[in-house]
């Protein structure tokens, strides 16, 4: 079974930062894209930052591209997001998940990923 668990989330003050990762088990995720989603209360899930299978490309977001950065370790079938200057906008729960394909032109429709984890909070207070 397959399974993938986010760690890292949690309470930081504006200006400050925050190391998530993404454990996956039961499965290597080695040949796929992977990315990071976002989703705030009342708001759809949305990318925030997406890395090829290989982690030689990376996407972001405007809202975050600077200040986020993603990686992955296919070593050790870990993905992560090292957030820095976190902004009261960026609080959410944040997501994992493991696209079909080695890497996309489009990273932002759900319906692509077939694996997701059961997500981290992250709360920025100012």
């Known amino acids: 079974q397959v399974h993938m668990v986010e760690s890292g989330g949690g309470l930081v003050q504006a200006g400050g930062s925050l190391r998530l990762s993404c454990a996956a088990s039961?499965?290597?995720?080695?040949?796929?894209?992977m990315c990071w989603f976002h989703q705030a209360p009342g708001k759809e899930r949305a990318l925030v930052a997406a890395?090829?299978?290989?982690?030689?490309?990376?996407y972001y977001v405007d809202s975050v591209e600077g200040r986020f950065t993603i990686s992955r370790d296919n070593a050790k079938n870990t993905l992560y997001l090292q957030m820095n200057s976190l902004k009261p906008e960026d609080p959410a729960v944040y997501y994992c998940?493991?696209?079909?394909?080695?890497?996309?032109?489009?990273?932002?429709?759900?319906?692509?990923?077939?694996?997701w984890g059961q997500g981290t909070q992250v709360t920025v207070s100012s």
């Open positions: 998940a493991a696209h079909r394909l080695a890497y996309s032109r489009n990273y932002a429709v759900p319906g692509y990923y077939d694996y």
């Open positions: 039961g499965r290597t995720f080695s040949t796929n894209a």
């Open positions: 890395i090829t299978w290989s982690g030689g490309s990376t």
